[in-house]
């Protein structure tokens, strides 16, 4: 009787939030009249919804399976991925990277990457990032199927239907603002139910401090942060250069997802606040994805979980009461959603910006522009869902993706990184810069080098070729220059004459 | 290289974060109070982005020391 009841308090819990989340779309549809309204909320978004919008997009559903089973098999090494391998990269991007996008009031980051160097450096970048993020809906779609089906019942085509109807009316018609909003949202239910989960497990363990010497009694190696060179996963040298220096910088500097909620900002102070204050929840989120590896560990029975990936669906069935477990699968789901319906915001902005308007119809009004990127957020939802089954077929897509993905977050960020921070890098070299790193970065990996140290090795390798073509090929016009680059004013000698013709009158 | 990284004593790793960390936070302290408070009229004390910074730096070094 007591779990019937449960089942029902569940289903209510996720009708309730899908209910919810199908308003938000109603509420925003009458705000969004241009393009601007659309993929960038009007520009409108203040510093707390970025900042809480850019946690809920960063956290997804394969995030909480695969960081609790890395904490499950490795320990508390797998929060550098929130600490280390974000906290500095956000700062950096907060108060180095996102006032040149802003200033420049680009749309996309190919578009600044193609006006501070080539139009080829734009359209490979987004070439690359449109592919992946439209490929990547699939395997959501799929993912969200898969976790209906188990906890409530429902077919998993049909539950692949109602992720798309619900995420994709809200996006559909509420455009960026409606995204921002659903993630502040989503964001909160996906606090409640890791610490709801964090309650259990420390009562549970007859306290905070109790559980955590219990653990370093058990498993001393699971509360170091820093693990051997030696170690397969997480060498401490490969953690530092490759994880912090490389693909954490490229992801919080150049990710579309993330930067697009900050170039929504109402004001350039909102654009870097919202950045810094994302990084307070995800300093707490190894909170919601690193513990509930270590309940796994702690209490489940020996031999019951085979696959590290089996540690949090472990502590959802086994460990949790009912009600709890459907504020988590709640959680899960929230994590999910606000994952896919920035993805989709994202790709339709670098289709419709990036590419269709520049190549396909240039001069068309903006409700022309607006229509298409409606259009193609529903084409994405459509090939979203024929693609999701597919994902089943083929399970190593995602890890063949991701791969294929950091081939060029070591390449995207020297480019980056030298387009905003030295005048002197010009197109030529950003072009030669980004192709070369990406060859070197896939000749890595077919020599199965760990992907971090790959990702170290292709950046350091796209500076130097960046650098050394750049100073074989002529300077860039100061005025293609102007507003692009950090500190260049004082080395525009146009500038300079303006000054100086001010102070003499 | 890769033998001399060998031979250092794990605690290294962590010597090596907390001086990234305390660069970063150097840097932090030097950004001009201008460009810091750009695009707001309200020059709170809450609102200096360096004092966010600042706190997330020692929260980290912190949470580094103990693990």
Redesign the interface.
């Known amino acids: 009787m007591k779990e019937v009841l449960a089942q029902h308090v569940d289903l209510f819990l996720i009708i309730v939030y899908l209910g919810a989340i199908f308003l938000f779309g109603v509420l925003f549809r009458e705000y969004v009249k241009s393009t601007e309204d659309y993929f960038l909320a009007g520009r409108a978004l203040p510093w707390w919804v970025i900042g809480m919008s850019i946690i809920g997009t960063n956290i997804g559903a394969y995030d909480y399976v695969g960081a609790a089973g890395g904490a499950y098999r490795f320990g508390?090494a797998q929060?550098n991925y929130e600490?280390?391998g974000a906290?500095?990269a956000?700062?950096?991007s907060?108060?180095v990277i996102i006032?040149y996008y802003w200033k420049n009031k680009v749309y996309t980051v190919p578009e600044y990457l193609g006006k501070r160097y080539k139009e080829a450096v734009r359209v490979i970048e987004a070439v690359i990032y449109g592919v992946f993020l439209v490929m990547l809906l699939g395997i959501f779609f799929w993912a969200s199927g898969i976790m209906l089906h188990t906890y409530v019942g429902w077919s998993i085509g049909f539950s692949i239907v109602i992720t798309a109807i619900v995420v994709g009316f809200y996006t559909i018609s509420g455009g960026l603002a409606a995204v921002a909003i659903t993630d502040v949202v989503q964001l909160g239910i996906m606090f409640v139910g890791g610490f709801a989960v964090a309650a259990v497990g420390f009562a549970k363990a007859g306290g905070v401090l109790k559980f955590f010497a219990a653990l370093k009694a058990a498993h001393p190696q699971h509360?170091?942060?820093?693990l051997?060179?030696d170690n397969p996963a997480y060498p401490?040298?490969g953690?530092?250069l490759g994880l912090?220096l490389v693909l954490s910088p490229a992801w919080w500097c150049a990710n579309q997802s993330i930067i697009q909620r900050t170039l929504g900002a109402r004001?350039?102070?909102?654009?870097?606040?919202g950045m810094?204050?994302a990084?307070?929840p995800k300093?707490l989120i190894p909170i919601l994805v690193v513990l509930p590896g270590f309940f796994a560990l702690m209490f489940a029975p020996p031999g019951t979980i085979k696959n590290p990936d089996q540690a949090l669906p472990w502590v959802v069935k086994n460990f949790l009461p009912p009600g709890i477990g459907g504020l988590v699968f709640v959680a899960f789901i929230a994590a999910l959603h606000s994952s896919v319906d920035s993805t989709l915001n994202s790709a339709a902005t670098l289709w419709t910006r990036d590419i269709y308007q520049r190549y396909i119809k240039r001069d068309a009004s903006d409700r022309h522009y607006l229509l298409v990127g409606r259009i193609l957020t529903f084409a994405f939802i459509v090939f979203g869902v024929i693609f999701a089954p597919f994902t089943e077929k083929f399970p190593g897509i995602y890890v063949a993706m991701q791969t294929l993905l950091s081939f060029f977050q070591g390449p995207t960020l020297a480019t980056l990184l030298l387009g905003v921070l030295w005048w002197r890098a010009t197109g030529w070299g950003g072009l030669v810069g980004l192709t070369s790193g990406v060859l070197l970065a896939v000749f890595l990996s077919v020599l199965k080098v760990n992907f971090l140290y790959v990702a170290w090795w292709s950046f350091v390798f796209s500076l130097v070729v960046n650098v050394v073509v750049s100073y074989l090929t002529p300077p860039e016009p100061p005025q293609k220059l102007r507003g692009l680059v950090y500190g260049y004013l004082e080395k525009d000698e146009d500038f300079k004459r303006a000054v100086e013709r001010r102070i003499n009158g | 290289m890769?033998d001399f990284?060998?031979g250092l004593p794990?605690y290294w790793?962590?010597v090596?974060?907390a001086l990234?960390?305390l660069l970063?936070g150097l840097w932090?302290i030097t950004?001009p109070r201008d460009?810091i408070?750009?695009?707001?009229e309200d020059k709170s004390r809450w609102?200096d982005?360096r004092l966010?910074?600042l706190v997330?730096?020692g929260?980290?070094i912190i949470?580094?020391f103990l693990?």
Do not use: C, N
Not at chain 1, 267 to 273: G, I, L, N, P, V
């Open positions: 508390i929060a600490w280390l906290i500095p956000m700062i950096v907060a108060l006032p509360l170091q942060v820093f051997p060179l401490w040298l953690m530092i912090g004001s350039e102070w909102d654009a870097r606040a810094l204050f990084a307070f300093t | 890769g990284f060998r794990l790793a962590k090596i974060a990234l960390y970063l932090v950004r460009f408070f750009r695009g707001t609102r982005l966010w910074a997330l730096i929260i980290q949470l580094y693990f």
